[in-house]
């Protein structure tokens, strides 16, 4: 059994920049996606950016693209994304989310995920 808990959500202005962070306890095997979903209120989930925990590669949603960037650290157990240039619309609660199957950007086909941390970013 994977638990998931995200932390260092928060408030901010546009423009500013914030690093969320996904401690995972259970084992992760190197075929597994680690996600972050976002959902804001009155809307489903959506998906934002992944990283394989094996062979690293990374995946981003286009509206992050060029903003955000999603790491790993396989020693601590950690999934981060770094969130720069903040806007908005990137007001949601965002999750960490951990999928078994492979490369997926529904959050139906996942199998774990936290409880979420508030990101708010004022104008």
């Known amino acids: 059994h994977v638990q998931l808990v995200e932390s260092w959500g928060g408030l901010v202005q546009a423009g500013d920049s914030l690093r969320l962070s996904c401690a995972i306890s259970?084992?992760?095997?190197?075929?597994?996606?680690m996600a972050w979903f976002l959902q804001a209120p009155g809307k489903e989930r959506e998906f934002v950016a992944s990283?394989?925990?094996?062979?690293?590669?990374?995946y981003y949603a286009d509206s992050v693209k060029g903003r955000f960037t999603i790491s790993r650290n396989s020693a601590e157990n950690t999934v981060t994304l770094k969130m720069n240039s903040l806007k908005v619309e990137d007001t949601a609660v965002y999750y960490c989310?951990?999928?078994?199957?492979?490369?997926?950007?529904?959050?139906?086909?996942?199998?774990?995920w936290g409880q979420g941390t508030q990101v708010t970013v004022y104008s």
């Open positions: 259970g084992r992760i095997f190197s075929s597994t996606f």
């Open positions: 989310e951990a999928d078994r199957g492979g490369y997926s950007t529904q959050h139906s086909t996942y199998d774990y």
């Open positions: 990283i394989r925990w094996g062979v690293v590669n990374t």
